[in-house]
């Protein structure tokens, strides 16, 4: 437990509005949830980022999560809507890359790189109107638009924000919203 057992805050994370445009609820409930990920972070040390306490799910760990999303940011940004080469970890002959990762580098680094492609999802979503299609088909499906992504990464942001909070509370104690 931390010393105080204070819950963690998350410093700079702005509530959505309750009234608002579809982009500006789209993408400040994203900022919300990315924000979090960054509060669930903060004071942890090395170990606890690294520990993979889940007998079930051997590579998750806090680290683990964050290069995960990283890599997600990247998928549906960068490569789906924009038609980018792959610049993430996972490969079809080794689709866990990207969680192992998060064991090999320090989780400062990893929210840094975090951080790095959310500024490069956030200036791909500034330039695209909410009905744009995607570059790259996904095999089988509907064409797929950048509404449907910022609804999609709010989902994974969200769940794997109640990862990092299971994660951190078996890790130190702490908990928050």
Not at 15 to 25: I, L, Q, V
Not at 44 to 50: E, F, Q, Y
Not at 67 to 73: A, G, I, M
Not at 122 to 141: F, H, M, Y
Request: with cysteine.
């Amino acid at each position: 437990m931390n010393d105080e057992n204070v819950p963690l805050t998350a410093p700079g994370r702005v509530d959505p509005p309750m009234a608002a445009d579809e982009r500006t609820m789209l993408t400040t409930w994203l900022e919300w949830h990315r924000a979090t990920v960054h509060a669930k972070c903060v004071g942890l040390s090395p170990g606890h980022a690294s520990a993979t306490p889940l007998p079930t799910s051997p590579l998750m760990s806090v680290s683990a999560v964050v290069s995960h999303l990283r890599w997600v940011e990247h998928a549906w940004f960068e490569k789906l809507l924009m038609g980018l080469p792959e610049n993430g970890h996972a490969t079809p002959e080794d689709p866990d890359a990207e969680w192992r990762r998060g064991s090999e580098l320090p989780l400062s680094l990893l929210l840094d790189e975090y951080e790095e492609q959310c500024a490069r999802s956030r200036e791909i979503t500034a330039g695209l109107d909410l009905d744009a299609v995607a570059a790259t088909a996904r095999k089988d499906e509907e064409p797929t638009t950048l509404r449907w992504v910022l609804v999609h990464m709010i989902e994974e942001t969200a769940r794997h924000n109640g990862h990092l909070d299971l994660l951190r509370e078996l890790a130190d104690g702490v908990t928050g919203e």
